[in-house]
């Protein structure tokens, strides 16, 4: 394997270089790019000071790039070169450093560098021997390989439905499974919660990206994002409510259009309205998820909204909206056959309820797929897993469960669809 890279193009990269004026450099030309040389490991120490550590963390993040500036003694360098590219995995060595005369340049390559820059470096000249080893080991241009990323909206036409709930577990469950690049994008623009439900105060918010779009581009974009400790980063709502008046439809359009290029998922978090923000967001998804209670009044609500959602994009097939029933229980007053005869629509998912654990979660900003055995955060799970075909089997479910599989449960007819979810609840 010649080093970890995700789907979509983001590439695992590493910098060892004691330069802080290169390594920013280094940072800001990446950020450009568009496939993501992500610097997962940096390396500011001497040569002869890089510890175990920190060659272990070269192992298990296996870089598939690595920029090597050698100023810091050229000999040392090399032969720090020649331990990498001996060490196992097939690895790309950038280096970087003084102007080298031709018997060091000569040594460089057989050390294993394939291309020497002279500091200081340039972004056309770095981009243009990137693009050259990219070519030489069969990977595509970066421009070129860089399909846009999966837009989920996540609506409630009722609320306190639990919305934000399920975009944020959704989106740290489905970072933890693919590790792709995962954004929770918060689209309620007055009263968004996201970044409470993640225990992040932004320091800026999807308005500051809106009024300086015009500029946006990747180096921008990321001083705008929070990283949540899980890996997923966060476009937040603004803290004060936003005039949402003054964003006008082309303008979050634009904004989407681009996020879908910077990130393989993208989870939105849409408001109650059916304002410009949120009809763009429909516009824009590859999925919309439809929440709803059980309950007479976001049933109610629900039929209400159908049929002008039904007429947002006749052309997409049915299953770009799909319900998922929030707060389920499985002895509530509406059975899931009533809830789809009265809004004429199949039962995705079903999201089981579990207030205690739920709750905390909010309060303590911590997302529930991270912390608990619950059964939302199961239900949740399972759904990531469902939408992305990855499987994991760390948290494996008892044995019992596994025997249930396919078997209906007494007394209770079960759509299909969540028999479906069950199987994938057995998987995880
Ligand atoms: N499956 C569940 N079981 C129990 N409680 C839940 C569940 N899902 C959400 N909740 C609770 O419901 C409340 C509302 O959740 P949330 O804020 O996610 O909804 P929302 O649709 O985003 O609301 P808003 O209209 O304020 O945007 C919260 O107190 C949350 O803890
Ligand atoms: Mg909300």
């Known amino acids: ?244 008046e003054m964003v006008s439809e082309d303008q979050i359009l634009n904004i989407l259009q681009f996020l879908k290029h910077h990130y393989d998922y993208i989870i939105v978090d849409t408001p109650k309205s059916f304002g410009a923000t949120t009809l763009s967001a429909f516009e824009q998804a590859d999925q919309m998820f439809l929440l709803t209670a059980a309950d007479l009044p976001s049933l109610r609500n629900m039929m209400r909204c159908l049929p002008l959602l039904q007429n947002l994009d006749p052309r997409r097939g049915p299953e770009w909206m799909r319900l998922i029933v929030n707060r389920y229980e499985s002895k509530g007053m509406i059975s899931l056959g009533e809830v789809e005869s009265m809004l004429g629509m199949k039962v995705f998912w079903t999201l089981r309820n579990d207030y205690e654990a739920v709750l905390l979660s909010a309060n303590t900003g911590e997302p529930i797929v991270l912390t608990g055995g619950s059964d939302f955060a199961r239900d949740v799970r399972a759904l990531s897993a469902e939408i992305t075909g990855v499987k994991s089997l760390k948290d494996a479910p008892k044995n019992w469960l596994r025997n249930m599989v396919g078997k209906p449960l007494k007394g209770v007819k079960m759509p299909a669809v969540v028999a479906t979810q069950q199987e994938a609840i057995a998987h995880e």
């Open 1 to 244: 394997m010649a080093g970890k890279s995700s789907k979509n193009g983001s590439v695992t990269g590493a910098m060892i270089s004691r330069d802080a004026e290169f390594r920013q450099s280094l940072n800001e030309i990446l950020q450009e790019r568009p496939d993501f040389i992500s610097l997962d490991v940096e390396i500011a120490v001497p040569f002869m000071e890089i510890s175990d550590n920190e060659l272990s963390d070269l192992k298990v993040m296996n870089p598939e790039i690595i920029f090597l500036d050698l100023e810091d003694d050229p000999h040392i360098g090399l032969k720090f070169a020649q331990y990498l590219s001996e060490s196992g995995e097939l690895r790309t060595l950038v280096g970087v450093g003084p102007e080298l005369s031709n018997e060091l340049l000569l040594q460089a390559m057989q050390s294993g560098i394939s291309e020497y820059l002279p500091k200081p470096i340039d972004a056309e000249s770095l981009n243009a021997a990137i693009e050259r080893l990219w070519r030489r080991t069969g990977r595509k241009a970066a421009v070129e390989e860089r399909a846009p990323g999966k837009m989920i909206a996540v609506f409630s036409p009722k609320g306190g439905s639990g919305s934000t709930t399920l975009a944020v577990n959704l989106a740290v469950q489905i970072n933890r499974l693919t590790r792709d690049r995962t954004l929770i994008l918060d689209l309620d623009l007055e009263l968004g919660e996201t970044a409470l439900h993640l225990g992040i105060e932004p320091r800026f918010s999807v308005v500051d990206l809106i009024r300086n779009f015009h500029r946006a581009d990747s180096g921008l974009l990321a001083s705008y994002i929070e990283r949540h400790e899980s890996g997923v980063e966060v476009l937040a709502a603004p803290i004060k409510p936003a005039d949402v």
